[in-house]
């Protein structure tokens, strides 16, 4: 959530920074809604101190055994309209809160201005894609004829959008979830935290997928949400805390399901494990210091990339336009992998900075001996495991259909060399 007092002092940036977004002017319309919330706050502050001014006078009059008619009517008169204004502050602060939910984070002025991803702009190219004597193969192509990527079944028990893996693709799955862990415990100090997959709408709120984003998830029936990503229960493990600074950062990592509902990914990725209503991650968060957020990003887009770099993936690092970022973010780095049935790279990390943006939401704070104020959140892939496997199961794959396992991976696998689909 942004500050609405920055806003009010800066109208013209801000309209100009939800412009470069794709979302029309609204100063007029929050600076209206702020004005007459202090207004009202202005107004019962003063009547709050005339009620207790009149409470020492009647105290007064009445030792002195003087009239006190008129000031117990003034009195009550007052005590009538405090209830009043109460009720229009709580209802201005609402709307302005209201208001502010629903509108993105601005993009740091180092972010490419675009409508779209046409204008994301190449960072650096890393590593060298396979070159094939045949025909490369798609993931689930790969996986089906290995017998170890279960779609049918998928869909016979869940519907569309799911997968199952079998046999060595299911260790592949928890031997990736393991490695990336202990890469980036060992490596780059995050902390290990095995985290809660339903929240409470309060969390949902705190990072930023409610209320805009209410389609994109799931919710059950008592009120709780299944999380898209792990970023959720980490990020809110600040919410309403006062950190001390010198405990930061914060650095945490935790794997998890995720679920989306992909409302708006109709026609896309329909095959495969791409894009499907139930996928694994492991996220990286960090809680630092706001003069902190942009050195912390290169640093987590780092630890993302090592785990790619491990792999012998190649991939690329993109850096988002002002129109393709995600709500939360004031800076994103996305990693795209090559995906050779494609002849293209899909992104498989997208790593953001926020600011004090989800801090504001969720009302974390750190303070220092001279200093206090909102932290400064950030998340990040490090990686989508689904899309690891795709990645690995395309670059790796030999003509005879079997597939390389990476050498990082093979100690977490038993030292398994090949994906052969006869279970050895």
Known sequence: MLDIKWIRENPSLFDAALANRNVPPMSS?????????????????????????LSDLIGIAKAQQKDVDVLEQEAMDVK?????????????????????????NIPLTSVPIGSDETANKCIRVVGEKPQFNFSPKTHYEIGEALGMLDFHSAVKIS??????LRGQMAKMERALKSFMLDTHVKEFGYE????????????????GQLPKFKEDSFATTDGRWLIPTAEVPLTNLVRDMLIPLEALPLRMTAYSACFRSEAGAAGRDNRGMMRNHQFSKVELISVVHPDDGEKELERMTGAAESILQKLGLAYRVMLLSTGDMGFSASKTY?????????????EISSCSLCGQFQARRM????????????????????????????????NYQLSNGNVIIPEALRSYMDGMRELTGNGS
Not at 29 to 46: S, T
Not at 159 to 164: E, M, V
Not at 192 to 207: A, D, H, R, W
Not at 366 to 389: C, D, P
């Open 363 to 394: 009302s974390a704070r750190y303070k220092g001996s001279s200093e206090k104020g909102f932290v400064s959140t950030l998340n990040g892939s490090g990686l989508a495991i689904g899309r690891t496997i795709v990645a690995i199961l395309e």
């Open 80 to 104: 009538l309209s405090i209830p009043e204004l109460e009720a229009e502050e709580s209802k201005l602060s609402a709307q302005l809160q209201e208001t502010l939910s629903v509108i993105p």
């Open 334 to 346: 996305d990693l795209e992998v090559w995906i050779p049935s494609e002849n293209t790279y899909r």
């Open 159 to 164: 519907g569309s959008r799911f997968a199952i």
């Open 192 to 207: 290990e935290i095995n985290v809660p997959f339903l929240v409470k709408q309060e969390s949902m709120y705190g990072t």
């Open 29 to 53: 319309v929050l600076v209206e809604i702020d004005a007459r919330k202090r207004n009202v706050a202005a107004r019962l502050q003063l009547l709050q101190a005339r009620r207790n001014e």
